[in-house]
């Protein structure tokens, strides 16, 4: 691409970055407008799209010339010499036309890439389409009889400039409105700090005039401080609601000056289209359904590169060739439907396909290689966002890799949203992102957990429910809460972060979060639930980008930030317990507060014992094997053990002969849970020297505490 424009940073800087952007959007508009000129059967409508074309590329022409961006400035004029011989000779776009402006408006985007990078482009950047403009303008005019003109396009006479090109807009960049709707934040903030200070008056006030009541020669100092307190209490109400009023207005202003429609984030979308299905021998269209609809900004720049995938993924594995649709009784060409809708204070986008759907069969298999075997079809659908499971039997330049659907899904997360997927019932598959309207504040509800605040968004939020001994549950290894609703995984959320519960031994009853997770409700268990209220949100930083428990951070109103919980990443924990089956009801049993050390390779074990038998009145410690076991007995010591048999680098046989041959805890009474079913087992374990032997199977709380009493 010939240039001879300076390097990129001599120019101002202001000046060079809205040129880039215009350069991208320009890009943009001409494919659209392409592809409508494809897809519509209108010869009118044709010639329409063609002159809207050709005003593009005139603009887009004018500011590079302006920047010395020679190469672009050419692939513009000969994009308006093409164009102008259509348009004064009436006659449409045929497909090589097409599909070689097509190409010209890459190679303008490419260019605006190299800018953005703060690089020029290469001399030899854009040269092939260049000549082949050029070559599709000397065969028209060789046909014609006529030179290329020299001169203005469209047989001579100037684009005029319509009243919709100078509109009053203006372009103001993300990073002033994020600090803009930042600063809004702040007020709305402080707006509530002052009502607390009204309230906080409004108490003085009343205390004032019972320190008046106290005695006569208090009466005249209470009565001055009462009135000037009643002063400060009405003008700090009249100022929060100025304040409200102002800060509200600005807040909304801000918020919609952030918003974009929808179909900006579906922008290239039906491109993807076109070219994979004529890259395949497939037929196939895009609808966009809700385009109008006003999101975020920064929600719908994390939706594009989601988006691109699953369209990518519905084209390549969904839609089948036309002999095979013809085959099956659909239409010869396939059609990919994309759809947002408001839900709430949420949006949600479903990507579907009228293709062949999920092969459930082929994707067991395929998951079989990196998960756990799992039955149910709902679970096994979510493990196609896994990264390494893909439902395509071959790798092509298209698919097969299994990386497309998990960066959907890490894409999703960082928007603190969540992507599910179904078969349709009629053929094909659908991807639903579930995402917030908004990435600058969050209606959360603050929890503690390990003497720590953390936040929970309430679009996720179902209900909050207490636990007590009895509601906890296990089937060999299934670890479940019985609810009222029925059993349900759970995450004990300060053991899950490797914090110290901040509750006290004997718990006689305990807080859960019963969030609404992909897959089924999930119980978190608190220390405490605080309350729900409106917070600022801000970005982790590079340090914590890649720790997905965490979606953001919250700014409290006193200055403390407080985690908000990635309520995907705690339903693949809770995942991890299995699916439960009926559930046995635990009964609680009072118990002498004594220290109990808990032995289980298995985190979700030890977690289950633990909080029975905190819930008991133990104090409880835990290790995961039996070498880490005996170094928590001679470090801190305990007054029994309770231990798994199969575990590495020390079993629980060998655990309890260690403990037997030691100078400290000969006597320390031991007692064996394990999933080992056979008498020998049985034998072998009390030989070895434990004070009793119960199996996973046939787990049973109140025998177990009873047990425990018994031992000890």
Same mark, same amino acid.
Request: hydrophobic share 45%.
């Given at each position: 691409?010939?240039?001879?424009?300076?390097?990129?940073?001599?120019? &101002?800087?202001? @000046?060079?970055?809205?040129?880039?952007?215009?350069?991208?959007?320009?890009?943009?508009?001409?494919? *659209?407008?392409?592809?409508?000129?494809?897809?519509?059967?209108?010869?009118?409508?044709?010639?329409?799209?063609?002159?809207?074309?050709?005003?593009?590329?005139?603009?887009?022409?004018?500011?590079?010339?302006?920047?010395?961006?020679?190469?672009?400035?050419?692939?513009?004029?000969?994009?308006? %010499? +093409?164009?102008?011989?259509?348009?004064? %000779?009436?006659?449409?776009?045929?497909?090589?036309?097409?599909?070689?402006?097509?190409?010209?408006?890459?190679?303008?985007?490419?260019?605006?890439?190299?800018?953005?990078?703060?690089?020029?482009?290469?001399?030899?950047?854009?040269?092939?389409?260049?000549?082949?403009?050029?070559?599709?303008?000397? #065969?028209?005019?060789?046909?014609?009889?006529?030179?290329?003109?020299?001169?203005?396009?469209?047989?001579?006479?100037?684009?005029?400039?319509?009243?919709?090109?100078?509109?009053?807009?203006?372009?103001?960049?993300?990073?002033?409105?994020?600090?803009?709707?930042?600063?809004?934040?702040?007020?709305?903030?402080?707006?509530?700090?002052?009502?607390?200070?009204?309230?906080?008056?409004?108490?003085?006030?009343?205390?004032? =005039?019972?320190?008046?009541?106290?005695?006569?020669?208090?009466?005249?100092?209470?009565?001055? +401080?009462?009135?000037?307190?009643? *002063?400060?209490?009405?003008?700090? #109400?009249?100022?929060? =609601?100025?304040?409200?009023?102002?800060?509200?207005?600005?807040?909304?202003?801000?918020?919609?000056?952030?918003?974009?429609?929808?179909?900006?984030?579906?922008?290239?979308?039906?491109?993807?289209?076109?070219?994979?299905?004529?890259?395949?021998?497939?037929?196939?269209?895009?609808?966009?359904?809700?385009?109008?609809?006003?999101?975020?900004?920064?929600?719908?720049?994390?939706? *594009? $590169?989601?988006?691109?995938?699953?369209?990518?993924?519905?084209?390549?594995?969904?839609?089948?060739?036309?002999?095979?649709?013809?085959?099956?009784?659909?239409?010869?060409?396939?059609?990919?439907?994309?759809?947002?809708?408001?839900?709430?204070? #949420?949006?949600?986008?479903?990507?579907? $396909?009228?293709?062949?759907?999920?092969?459930?069969?082929?994707?067991?298999?395929?998951?079989?290689?990196?998960?756990?075997?799992?039955?149910? %079809?709902?679970?096994?659908?979510?493990?196609?966002?896994?990264?390494?499971?893909?439902?395509?039997?071959?790798?092509?330049? !298209?698919?097969?890799?299994?990386?497309?659907? $998990?960066?959907?899904?890490?894409?999703?997360?960082?928007?603190?949203?969540?992507?599910?997927?179904?078969?349709?019932?009629?053929?094909?598959?659908?991807?639903? @992102?579930? /995402?917030?309207?908004?990435?600058?504040?969050?209606?959360?509800?603050?929890?503690?957990?390990?003497? &720590?605040?953390?936040?929970?968004?309430?679009?996720?939020?179902?209900?909050?429910?207490?636990? &007590?001994?009895?509601?906890?549950?296990?089937? %060999?290894?299934?670890?479940?809460?019985?609810?009222?609703?029925?059993?349900?995984?759970?995450?004990?959320?300060?053991?899950?972060?490797?914090?110290?519960?901040? #509750?006290?031994?004997?718990?006689?009853?305990?807080?859960?979060?019963?969030?609404?997770?992909?897959?089924?409700?999930?119980?978190?268990?608190?220390?405490?639930?605080?309350?729900?209220?409106?917070?600022?949100?801000?970005?982790?930083?590079?340090?914590?980008?890649?720790?997905?428990?965490?979606?953001?951070?919250?700014?409290?109103?006193?200055?403390?930030?407080?985690?908000? !919980?990635?309520?995907?990443?705690?339903?693949?924990?809770?995942?991890?317990?299995?699916?439960?089956?009926?559930?046995?009801? !635990?009964?609680?049993?009072?118990?002498?507060?004594?220290?109990? @050390?808990?032995?289980?390779?298995?985190?979700?074990?030890?977690?289950?014992?633990?909080?029975? @038998?905190?819930?008991?009145?133990?104090?409880?410690?835990?290790?995961?094997?039996?070498?880490?076991?005996?170094?928590? /007995?001679?470090?801190?010591?305990?007054?029994?053990?309770?231990?798994?048999?199969?575990?590495?680098?020390?079993?629980?046989?060998?655990?309890?002969?260690?403990? =037997?041959?030691?100078?400290?805890?000969?006597?320390?009474?031991?007692?064996?849970?394990?999933?080992?079913?056979?008498?020998?087992?049985?034998?072998?374990?009390?030989?070895?020297?434990?004070?009793?032997?119960?199996?996973?199977? *046939?787990?049973?709380?109140?025998?177990?505490?009873?047990?425990?009493?018994?031992?000890?």
């Amino acid at each position: 691409m010939a240039t001879d424009m300076t390097k990129p940073e001599e120019f &101002h800087r202001e @000046l060079l970055h809205m040129f880039i952007q215009e350069v991208g959007e320009r890009a943009s508009d001409m494919e *659209q407008a392409l592809l409508a000129i494809e897809d519509t059967g209108e010869a009118d409508e044709k010639l329409r799209l063609q002159e809207q074309l050709l005003r593009t590329a005139h603009s887009l022409k004018g500011a590079a010339g302006l920047l010395r961006v020679r190469g672009v400035e050419a692939i513009c004029h000969w994009m308006e %010499e +093409i164009l102008s011989i259509t348009l004064n %000779e009436q006659i449409v776009l045929e497909k090589t036309k097409l599909d070689l402006l097509l190409s010209a408006a890459d190679a303008i985007r490419d260019a605006a890439q190299f800018l953005e990078a703060g690089e020029t482009p290469p001399p030899t950047h854009g040269e092939s389409v260049i000549d082949a403009l050029k070559a599709a303008v000397a #065969r028209r005019t060789d046909h014609r009889g006529d030179k290329p003109k020299s001169g203005p396009p469209y047989g001579g006479l100037k684009v005029p400039v319509r009243s919709s090109d100078t509109d009053g807009s203006m372009r103001v960049t993300a990073d002033r409105l994020d600090t803009l709707l930042y600063r809004s934040g702040e007020l709305l903030s402080f707006n509530g700090t002052i009502r607390r200070h009204a309230e906080e008056a409004s108490l003085l006030r009343e205390q004032a =005039r019972k320190l008046r009541g106290v005695g006569p020669e208090f009466a005249a100092q209470a009565a001055s +401080i009462e009135n000037g307190l009643r *002063q400060l209490a009405t003008s700090l #109400r009249q100022d929060v =609601r100025v304040m409200h009023s102002a800060a509200t207005a600005l807040d909304h202003e801000v918020r919609h000056a952030r918003t974009q429609p929808f179909a900006e984030a579906c922008k290239g979308l039906d491109r993807i289209v076109r070219d994979m299905a004529a890259a395949s021998g497939k037929l196939a269209e895009l609808e966009i359904k809700g385009g109008e609809i006003e999101i975020d900004r920064s929600i719908l720049s994390g939706l *594009q $590169d989601a988006l691109r995938h699953l369209v990518r993924n519905a084209v390549a594995h969904g839609i089948l060739p036309p002999e095979e649709r013809r085959a099956a009784g659909k239409p010869e060409k396939g059609k990919v439907l994309i759809a947002a809708a408001i839900f709430g204070d #949420r949006m949600q986008v479903r990507v579907e $396909d009228d293709g062949c759907g999920l092969d459930v069969a082929f994707l067991s298999k395929a998951a079989g290689e990196h998960l756990p075997e799992v039955n149910d %079809e709902a679970a096994l659908l979510r493990h196609v966002f896994e990264p390494g499971v893909s439902t395509s039997a071959t790798v092509t330049s !298209l698919s097969g890799r299994g990386i497309g659907l $998990d960066i959907v899904k890490r894409n999703v997360e960082r928007l603190r949203g969540t992507a599910e997927v179904s078969q349709v019932p009629t053929g094909g598959a659908a991807f639903t @992102l579930t /995402l917030p309207l908004t990435l600058a504040t969050v209606r959360a509800l603050e929890v503690i957990a390990g003497e &720590h605040v953390f936040a929970i968004d309430t679009a996720s939020v179902w209900r909050v429910i207490r636990i &007590h001994a009895q509601d906890f549950a296990m089937s %060999e290894e299934r670890c479940v809460v019985s609810a009222p609703s029925g059993p349900m995984p759970f995450v004990d959320l300060a053991d899950w972060l490797g914090m110290r519960p901040g #509750r006290s031994a004997a718990w006689q009853a305990l807080p859960a979060v019963v969030v609404d997770a992909p897959g089924g409700p999930v119980a978190v268990l608190v220390d405490a639930v605080i309350g729900e209220r409106e917070l600022l949100a801000r970005p982790l930083g590079p340090r914590l980008a890649k720790v997905r428990r965490y979606s953001a951070g919250m700014v409290l109103p006193d200055g403390r930030i407080a985690l908000l !919980l990635n309520i995907a990443v705690i339903a693949e924990t809770a995942a991890k317990t299995r699916s439960p089956g009926r559930a046995r009801v !635990l009964q609680p049993v009072p118990a002498a507060r004594r220290k109990v @050390l808990v032995v289980d390779d298995s985190k979700y074990v030890r977690t289950l014992v633990k909080l029975i @038998l905190e819930g008991a009145g133990y104090d409880v410690a835990m290790a995961s094997n039996g070498k880490q076991a005996l170094d928590v /007995l001679r470090d801190r010591g305990a007054d029994m053990v309770v231990a798994d048999v199969d575990m590495p680098a020390m079993n629980g046989f060998e655990l309890t002969k260690a403990i =037997r041959r030691s100078e400290r805890f000969p006597d320390t009474p031991v007692v064996l849970v394990t999933g080992r079913e056979t008498l020998e087992d049985k034998i072998q374990g009390l030989r070895a020297g434990a004070n009793a032997y119960l199996r996973k199977d *046939q787990f049973d709380a109140q025998h177990f505490l009873e047990t425990m009493r018994r031992v000890v």
